[in-house]
């Protein structure tokens, strides 16, 4: 906190300015002669300009704007907006206001009341006017003793002006009126006559004012019933100031002056007129002044005797910062050094005796010291910790999660609202499209669609058609038909054919001949000879004379009644003679011989899917993979990487069709300067996606693609698909471990598990087994009050809830003080009680006990019925037990002894203020001689399965889920004790809800019914799940009343707790 500005030499009252425009104006009333000895010169109002916008460090020298002369002192001084209901008009500029600087009014100390203007005071310093009191609007003095000690005006009514006196009189001033008499409050009042030393308006009842008195009272008065509202005796002593909460209208603030007990009382007057809420003690000595402050109803400003100037904060109702004073060094030197130190009153000198906040420039304060000091300070960085003040805590609150998730919170509910923000909407629809579209039962649907949205990009359109014939059951066929290569259509080709036309695309029949048509068949001679030759069986002789005489054909049919090895040697010798002749001869060849890697080698790569066809059509089906991979290979070491991708599409080879689509996907991402091109990686994944699907579950990933997976996952798990995500997230890097564990544990775990294949991930990091530090590190400390010491975990049991963790962390109270003699403690068994069994959480791994016949499941383990201890040898007592004993005296006392309000009967006030001096005896906290009571123990898992109880179905597994997680939000909340009982039964109606779902007890419709129930609390939506709920009570409540009340009592109680 740094000191802003200040005004040497200046002993006043002081007032800020409440106009927006002149927000920096602070007016002082002077409050003694200024060193002028014992003559009556009278008093002088200032006004300066604190320069609070300046952020020069150096100067800090306020500029006086105007003053003027008052025929007497200061004792009070107010400053208002001066805007009434009477003089408001529909423009709302300062030139057309009556007064745009406000109203000042002035109480004195010949008990008169002046009210000024405060423009004029600066135009009268601006014209070098003589400054005279007729410069006042108006003046009063029916105050007929004493200095008028306290003015201030109303901010609800500016107009309205409240005065006290030393006569013991509050009067209320209507300035806007100056004819009308001033009313008194009090004028039948005989009880308070004591010197009015303080003024406060109530910030919300226009028509309520306290005035404070040197006999200790505070009068709380009601000007529009004229009477007295109520009287607070805060003491013996005089009440030196009084304040009103400025948010709420029943919080009082009395400080007293008394130097023996300097305190501030914090009244409630809806609770108690006679006994204060709550005290505050931190001075040492009387307090002089305080101020609530305007912009955070829980900061506090005071000043008093000791020197000190305390900022309170009230949650806490504690001191959370002085406000330093200047050193005495710097005080002697602004001079009278010898009268300050004369008596040793140099550090009194310091003291303050009037603080004010700004009421417009938060953290801004102004303080007056008796060393003739008014300064402009800020608290900012005052206190060192706690809260912050309320003007620099945000109106709402956020935070962002993992999948995209924002959590939001405001400042004026208690509700916390999560939702997902998408942040690539094209990403989320493309995915979502996918997901949906992606039925295993219509993927040619899917395919045959892609390739149809292919258009004009010939490449992606034969690639959605290749992968299309995969799926098909007669994909060889098909495959034929999608290389263009329709048997039907070449058959009637071929019937149709024409010789003297010729025979298009090279198919049809030939000759056999040397190519001529002219063949006037085989010669007498010829004939002859072949005929003796098969007389005498030797088929040899008669193909030879058929190849040298050119009858062909004959050969070929001669040799296939010859024997094979005739049939062999003739087709070979055929195919010698013909092949340059008929270039089709060659495949024929390598179909009949079963050559046809050879084929695919020596074929043309220009019409490979010619040689793919012939794979397709002779290829045989152990063969035909490889024989598609051997023409891939070719392919792609000519380069043309898409036609070998199809090429390995049919051979199923992941690895190898894949590589060209890696391809694809980092041209695109290079377009992008490196990042990833989102569109592209979702074509990748799809194409895979597909593609593993024909291959089966035998293909894996290679590790570059599954980390290009796992990438894809990682960009939607940010858009909020946390299930979809799961699916394709498979990676063995260090990013795809972490990227999976925290799907598992997300919001989603349960589906994210399903989508993983019910596998928990491996933990991405070591576990470090850190219990055995915590034990003996901990320290031991001695409590005074009952002479024990408490370990740390003395006060509850943890309970490890790691996924990881499969065990339990227990401590137990130590005794600081132990008997000479001590009785040995019965043997602890180890068995379980009858109908108990030990089980397995199938999440965490953690074990927890269920009862067989009960249904009940707990994480603690169930002890059996110890054997009766032997009888205690006597001790002495210990004063374990004389200070347990004290303790409940004094619980006891405080019970009865707490007063009219207690943090008991206004708990809310109590969380609000705290109870200094009070106790609650109805809430539960530790005691000497016992250990604190622990929070609850965290519930087993009522879905467990003991032995005989069938897992439950995945379909109906988000019930318990939803309705447990629901039970957990609520218990989060302020409960009463009915309301606990209802969340009790419900946890008991969803276990046996699940058990008898699990044993198949439960019909499906009814399950499907329970099931939107649990749709509708997701989506808040409270009025279906209650018509949902009602209609399945009214149907199903004789065969499921054990469980159905208790549903119904957690949706009530949801309703109720959430839709306000």
Not at 505 to 524: A, E
Not at 943 to 962: F, M, W
Request: glycine share 8%.
């Amino acid at each position: 906190m740094t000191k802003i500005t200040q005004i040497n030499d200046r002993s006043a009252a002081t007032a800020w300015s409440p106009v927006a425009e002149y927000a920096g104006v602070i007016a002082l009333g002077a409050k003694d002669s200024g060193g002028a000895g014992f003559e009556e010169t009278g008093g002088e109002l200032e006004l300066y300009d604190m320069d609070l916008t300046n952020g020069n460090q150096q100067q800090n020298e306020a500029t006086k704007l105007g003053s003027i002369k008052t025929e007497s002192r200061f004792a009070a001084l107010a400053w208002s907006t001066g805007e009434s209901s009477t003089t408001t008009t529909t423009t709302t500029t300062n030139n057309s206001k009556k007064y745009p600087m406000g109203l000042l009014a002035g109480g004195m100390e010949n008990g008169t009341v002046h009210v000024w203007d405060p423009r004029t005071v600066i135009q009268q310093q601006q014209q070098q006017t003589p400054s005279t009191t007729t410069t006042a609007i108006a003046s009063f003095s029916q105050h007929v003793s004493g200095p008028v000690k306290a003015v201030q005006f109303s901010p609800l009514v500016p107009t309205h002006l409240a005065t006290g006196g030393s006569d013991g009189k509050v009067l209320i001033i209507d300035v806007d009126r100056p004819d009308l008499a001033p009313f008194i409050p009090c004028a039948n009042n005989t009880q308070q006559r004591a010197q009015i030393t303080s003024i406060a308006w109530n910030t919300q009842v226009a028509h309520i004012v306290a005035s404070a008195a040197s006999d200790g009272t505070v009068g709380i008065w009601d000007i529009k019933s004229r009477k007295a509202w109520c009287e607070l005796r805060a003491g013996d002593q005089a009440v030196s100031d009084v304040a009103w909460n400025p948010a709420q209208g029943f919080h009082l603030l009395t400080a007293s002056g008394d130097d023996r007990n300097p305190v501030i009382k914090l009244w409630d007057l809806r609770a108690s007129t006679s006994m204060p809420l709550a005290t505050l003690a931190g001075h040492s000595q009387g307090i002089l002044s305080m101020s609530w402050c305007p912009h955070d109803e829980h900061l506090l400003l005071s000043c008093g005797k000791d020197n000190r100037t305390i900022l309170w904060d009230l949650y806490a109702m504690a001191p959370i910062g002085d406000v330093p004073n200047d050193p005495i060094e710097s005080q002697q030197v602004s001079g009278s050094t010898n009268e300050q130190s004369m008596f040793g009153l140099a550090s009194s000198q310091q003291r303050r005796y009037d603080v004010q906040w700004s009421p417009l420039r938060r953290g801004i304060v102004s303080t007056a010291s008796l060393d003739r000091k008014v300064q402009a300070h800020s608290i900012l960085g005052l206190a060192a910790s706690g809260r912050p003040p309320k003007w620099m805590r945000p109106s709402s609150s956020v935070s962002c999660g993992f999948g995209g998730t924002i959590v939001a919170c405001g400042a004026t509910d208690k509700i916390v609202r999560i939702r997902t923000v998408v942040e690539d909407p094209e990403l989320e629809k493309l995915s979502r499209d996918f997901e949906t579209t992606m039925d295993p039962n219509k993927i040619i649907d899917f395919c045959h669609s892609r390739a149809v949205l292919a258009g004009k990009n010939a490449n992606e359109k034969r690639l959605w058609q290749f992968m299309q014939v995969i799926f098909q059951a007669n994909a060889r066929q098909q495959l034929l038909f999608t290389l263009g290569f329709d048997p039907t259509t070449i058959g009637e080709k071929a019937a149709a054919y024409e010789e003297e036309r010729g025979i298009t695309n090279g198919v049809g029949s030939m000759s056999l001949s040397d190519g001529s048509h002219n063949d006037t068949g085989m010669s007498q001679p010829t004939q002859d000879i072949v005929k003796q030759a098969l007389m005498v069986g030797n088929f040899e002789a008669a193909v030879d004379c058929c190849f040298r005489t050119g009858n062909l054909a004959d050969a070929l049919v001669l040799a296939s009644c010859g024997g094979a090895d005739l049939w062999a040697k003739t087709q070979e010798r055929y195919f010698e003679s013909q092949s340059s002749k008929r270039p089709f001869l060659s495949v024929v060849g390598a179909i009949i011989r079963n050559e046809l890697p050879s084929l695919i080698q020596s074929s043309d790569l220009a019409t490979w899917q010619e040689t793919l066809a012939i794979l397709s059509t002779y290829g045989k089906s152990d063969e035909f993979p490889q024989l598609c991979v051997a023409l891939g290979d070719r392919l792609e070491e000519s380069g043309d990487h898409s036609s070998a991708s199809l090429c390995f599409m049919c051979a199923l080879s992941l690895n190898k069709a894949i590589k060209y689509w890696r391809t694809q996907l980092a041209n695109s991402n290079a377009s992008k300067d490196g990042d990833m091109d989102i569109p592209a990686a979702h074509e990748f994944v799809v194409k895979v996606s597909i593609f593993l699907q024909a291959a089966g579950s035998t293909e894996n990933l290679a590790a570059e693609d599954a980390e290009l997976f796992s990438k894809y996952a990682e960009k939607l798990a940010e858009q909020g698909l946390l299930v979809t995500a799961a699916k394709y997230c498979k990676g063995d890097s260090a990013n795809s471990k972490i990227l999976r564990d925290r799907l598992y544990r997300s919001r989603a775990s349960h589906k994210c598990l399903a989508a993983m294949g019910n596998t928990p991930p491996e933990f991405p990091f070591t576990m470090e087994d850190v219990k055995q530090n915590q034990g003996t590190g901990r320290s031991t400390q001695r409590n005074p009050r009952n002479g024990r010491k408490n370990d740390d975990g003395a006060s509850a049991n943890v309970v490890g809830n790691s996924a990881y963790s499969q065990t339990q962390q227990r401590t137990q109270q130590q005794s600081y003080s132990q008997p000479q003699q001590q009785t040995p403690a019965p043997a602890v068994s180890t068995a379980l009680p009858a109908e108990w069994m030990e089980l397995q959480d199938p999440t965490s791994g953690r074990s927890y006990y269920a009862n067989q016949t009960t249904g009940e499941v707990s994480w603690e383990k169930p002890q059996a019925a110890p054997e009766p201890a032997p009888a205690p040898a006597p001790v002495q007592p210990t004063t374990t037990k004389r200070a347990t004993s004290n303790s409940h005296t004094a619980n006891m006392a405080s019970k009865y002894g707490d007063g009219f309000v207690t943090s008991a009967s206004h708990p809310e006030l109590a969380s609000q203020y705290g109870n200094v001096g009070t106790g609650n005896p109805y809430k539960t906290t530790g005691r000497p001689g016992k250990a604190n009571a622990s929070s609850a123990p965290e519930r087993a898992p009522v879905s467990g399965n003991i032995h005989t109880i069938p897992a439950l179905k995945e379909e109906y597994q988000p019930i318990p889920d939803t309705m447990l997680g629901l039970i957990t939000a609520l218990k989060g909340g302020q409960l009463a004790s009915v309301d606990k009982r209802q969340l009790a039964e419900a946890e008991k109606a969803i276990a046996i809800f699940s058990k008898r779902l699990a044993l198949g007890d439960i019909s499906d419709d009814v399950a499907n019914q329970m099931l939107s129930i649990t749709s509708s609390l997701s989506a808040y939506d409270w009025a279906a799940a209650t018509a949902l709920q009602t209609s399945l009570i009214s149907n199903e409540w004789k065969e499921h009343k054990e469980w159905l009340k208790g549903i119904k009592a957690l949706v009530q109680l949801a309703t109720k707790m959430y839709s306000r």
